[in-house]
């Protein structure tokens, strides 16, 4: 019977050693040895000297220098006016991916580059480009200039390609069986769409709206023309930052530059975990 | 011997691939890998071109350690299933490349280019690009590609699964009459029977990561080594303790021989030339016979008839495998 | 019915948020004919401003294309322990506030009080208010682009390719140039161009380090400021037009470049 039973015969399975954790060759370790120099010394290291000064008074310090009313007054007016942009975003956003991937018509290459534009603009020209709208010689008769909707509108500017970008992608691949066998069930469009579009977009919306909120919450450059820079008004927090170093206090505005540090980390944490879960799911 | 293969280990995470796999290939031969999907075969081809490294266990080609030589250094000639051909470069450059690299004079690189497509029939493409190429076609010139420096040995890696079932068959005839011109040691992985029965001087089944068997294409079909090669070299059905082949099992419609096992018919199936019948027997079976139509109709045969049924004299039978649990 | 209202709603937000402003700016710069972009080329500091722009965006997008194509090929081809962790870092400089960016520079190679900063002006070498300082900053803050274009083309390609150039006898270098750089080409021009863009128009991180003075440090962008604090509107459109009109030409080019790659 030696032939029989193959499957029994077998010895037991030693465990061996899982695969091996790391493929780098000798050149390839090289270039990430080389690559990662650069990256720390560029990022890693200055970004951290930023979180070292700003410990360096204790918490306390860190603490009163945060919670000044002035700061304080910047940090909400930035997150507030983020998240509210962050909300359009996330409406207006798919929207646009929608007209773009399913809908035909003259010009819709044009609306194309007109969302890459936020994204390629410097910030400057994008504040200048919106004063000529929406300031003082408005054309429209909206003049925002030096009032709170001056940071909204600048945020809103700058924040347009995040959502529409990461959307359009999977809008693309979007099986469109999908939605026939849905109608074919019976499902109306509005079903067809809260049942099960939505779902598959849902982490690209979700990316989008993160980077979108980081995005926000670290402008400056269009504010500089824009918004006046003025106290409790409309001062951000990447301003107050600025001006702590031109008034040679930088453990103060390391101290706030760290919360806008949390505020990215977060994010990327977030992209991470959303990442991973569309990795997951196949 | 051409390639030496032994105590070769390879896991991947918790999946074992190969499991201490010994094989030696014969100079000038073409071998296939037989096996299902996921046994290792794939993995043991790679292994030897040096695409992937064991986890343990040595190669030795043409008497030349290999083990731990890179891909590049081994002159190894490797077709992919999906013909990894270089999208960017004409079918010219594509079979120039290794000659290229091996600073070949740009003549004899011309020359033997040219050879070489002549020999894939591909000569009218030569500076077209690979985008422009039916998938045989493809394939054809990965060939020449492999073939153009003059590899040890030639490697293929299901090299005709991603083709349709004509075009296969076509490869399939002229691989081997290529084989027969050059004679370089070939082995291809294959989980289609039919191709390496047809195709192969000999055949290496691997399943769950373990050589099953190595033979010629009739030691494996008369002689499986076990239950495993029997049923994947063809249909198989069960006959009391025996596994046997449906079409060396003898029907008769009277208990003619001594053992025959009684049975019922339970379906009748005419395919073209052949009649299926499936028999309940007394003990409990289900037997799948075949029989030519007209020995179904010399016998009568119909569903709800009692019949006997024997092993043909010299059938390929293992005993039947005991499942686990 | 719905299709014709969401194509209308799409069409105007986009119109009133950048196709009008973005016009405007064109039509204020050629109020007087092409008189304000003559007199920027006859200013000497404004010419100086554009050639440090074009320099340190140069140099910048030659740093991150060598550190973004090698960064993605480890990332892609192989396996390293902390590459989950690496990954999630490279992405920081797109969310992090350029001034944050400058912040930091300032704080480790600054010239007074910074971690390296004595130590390097020791050996006479200035970082902070000066040209290093300035394309750090700009590298900094463009460093992800490049990498987000090629590491999708590098998945999408695959490694068979280079698997057969091996078995051809090509050395990984090799393998490196004649095939997967052909054929991730498309992606690192498209980097390229994304890299350039947002090198050029960089303001915040620049403003910080550079000491922003006039005829030496003074980018474009940091022009574009102090031309319209200055209450030269004329001077500032037509900076601001100039680059506008570089980046919208770098979308554009990405537009024409972006259906070809696709197959």
């Not at chain 1, 909300?87 to 018509?105: E, K, Q, S, T």
């Not at chain 1, 109608?183 to 809260?194: E, K």
């Not at chain 2, 490797?78 to 010219?92: G, N, P, S």
């Not at chain 3, 400058?102 to 970082?127: E, H, I, M, N, S």
Request: with cysteine; hydrophobic share 50%.
């Amino acid at each position: 019977m030696s032939t029989v039973d193959t499957t029994l015969d077998r010895p037991a399975r030693t465990p061996r050693r899982s695969a091996p954790r790391s493929t780098l060759t000798r050149s390839s370790g090289l270039a990430l040895g080389l690559a990662m120099t650069w990256f720390s010394l560029l990022v890693l290291i200055p970004l951290a000297a930023v979180v070292v000064t700003a410990s360096e008074g204790g918490w306390g310090a860190f603490w009163s220098t945060v919670t000044t009313p002035q700061t304080a007054a910047a940090i909400r007016l930035t997150v507030l006016t983020a998240a509210a942009v962050t909300v359009v975003n996330v409406v207006m956003g798919p929207l646009i991916a929608w007209v773009l991937v399913r809908d035909r018509f003259w010009g819709k290459s044009v609306l194309e580059i007109l969302i890459d534009i936020p994204f390629a603009l410097p910030t400057i020209v994008a504040g200048l480009v919106l004063l000529s709208l929406y300031g003082n010689d408005s054309p429209l008769g909206v003049n925002v200039a030096n009032r709170r909707p001056a940071v909204f509108l600048a945020f809103l500017f700058v924040t347009l390609p995040f959502v529409v970008r990461m959307v359009q992608p999977v809008l693309e691949e979007l099986d469109r069986d999908v939605e026939e066998a849905a109608a074919s069930l019976g499902a109306s469009r509005v079903t067809t769409f809260r049942r099960i579009i939505l779902p598959s977009l849902a982490p690209a919306i979700a990316a989008g709206a993160a980077l979108s909120f980081a995005r926000g919450v670290s402008e400056y450059g269009s504010l500089v023309l824009l918004s006046g820079n003025l106290p409790f008004q409309t001062e951000v927090t990447s301003v107050r930052i600025l001006s702590s170093i031109e008034n040679d206090n930088v453990a103060g505005a390391a101290a706030v530059a760290t919360i806008l540090l949390v505020i990215s980390l977060v994010v990327i944490v977030v992209l991470d975990l959303i990442q991973r879960r569309v990795a997951a799911r196949g | 011997m051409s390639i030496e293969v032994s105590g070769l280990n390879k896991t991947f995470g918790d999946f074992v691939a190969l499991d201490d796999v010994n094989v030696s290939l014969p100079k000038g031969q073409l071998t296939a890998l037989l096996g299902p999907s996921g046994g290792g075969k794939s993995t043991l081809l790679r292994i030897i071109a040096g695409l992937e490294k064991a986890d343990s266990g040595s190669v030795t080609i043409e008497g030349v350690d290999a083990t731990d030589l890179p891909a590049q250094k081994r002159n190894v000639g490797f077709v992919f299933q999906h013909y990894a051909v270089f999208k960017h470069m004409t079918v010219a450059k594509n079979v120039a490349f290794g000659l290229e690299i091996r600073k070949r004079p740009k003549d004899e690189i011309e020359r033997r280019v040219a050879e070489l497509l002549e020999l894939v029939h591909l000569s009218q493409f030569a500076h077209r690009l690979p985008s422009q190429l039916s998938g045989g076609q493809r394939q054809r010139m990965a060939l020449a590609r492999a073939l153009a420096v003059e590899p040890s040995v030639l490697l293929l890696d299901e090299p005709f699964g991603a083709l349709d079932a004509k075009v296969r068959k076509e490869l399939r005839d002229w691989l081997r009459r290529l084989h027969d011109d050059v004679h370089v040691t070939t082995v291809f992985v294959t989980h289609d029977q039919e191709e390496a029965l047809e195709v192969a001087d000999e055949i290496v089944v691997v399943d769950q990561g373990r050589v099953e068997q190595v033979g010629t294409p009739d030691q494996l079909y008369d002689e499986p080594a076990n239950d495993f090669v029997m049923s994947f070299l063809g249909d198989v059905t069960h006959l009391g303790g025996l596994t046997l082949r449906p079409h060396d099992i003898e029907l008769d419609a009277t208990p003619r021989l001594a053992g025959g096992v009684e049975g019922t018919i339970a379906r009748l199936v005419r395919i073209g030339f052949e009649v299926r019948v499936t028999v309940h027997t007394v003990d409990g079976d289900e037997v799948s016979v075949v029989v030519t139509r007209a020995h179904a109709r010399s016998l009568g045969l119909a569903e709800g008839r009692t019949v006997w049924l024997t092993p043909a004299a010299g059938a390929a039978v293992v005993p039947r495998m005991v499942l686990a649990g | 019915m719905t299709t014709y209202l969401l194509r209308l709603v799409a069409a105007t937000y986009l119109f009133l948020l950048v196709a009008w402003p973005v016009s405007l700016v064109a039509v204020n710069t050629f109020d007087d004919g092409f008189a304000s972009i003559r007199a920027l080329f006859a200013d000497p500091d404004i010419v100086v401003a554009l050639r440090l722009s074009a320099y340190v965006a140069a140099v910048s997008v030659i740093v991150n294309t060598l550190f973004g194509v090698t960064i993605s090929m480890l990332l892609v081809r192989y396996e390293f322990p902390g590459k989950r962790v690496l990954n999630a870092l490279l992405d920081l400089p797109l969310s992090v506030s350029p001034i944050v960016v400058g912040l930091a520079l300032v704080l480790v190679y600054g010239g007074r009080y910074g971690w390296f900063g004595p130590t390097l002006q020791g050996w006479g070498f200035d970082v902070i208010f000066s040209t290093p300082g300035i394309i750090m900053a700009t590298a900094f803050v463009a460093l992800p682009l490049m990498i987000r274009e090629v590491v999708p083309v590098l998945e999408e390609v695959g490694v068979e390719q280079e698997q057969a150039a091996q078995s051809l006898g090509a050395s990984g270098w090799q393998s490196f140039w004649r095939i997967t750089l052909p054929s991730i080409k498309w992606g690192v021009v498209y980097g390229v161009v994304m890299t350039l863009a947002r090198s050029l128009g960089e303001f915040g991180a620049v403003k910080v380090v550079s000491g922003n003075v006039l005829g030496q440090t003074r980018t474009a962008t940091l022009v574009v400021e102090e031309k319209y604090l200055n209450f030269d509107q004329q001077g500032a459109y037509a900076t601001a037009f100039l680059l506008a009109m570089v980046s919208v030409a770098c979308i554009v080019v990405v537009a024409i470049i972006r259906p070809k790659n696709q197959h």
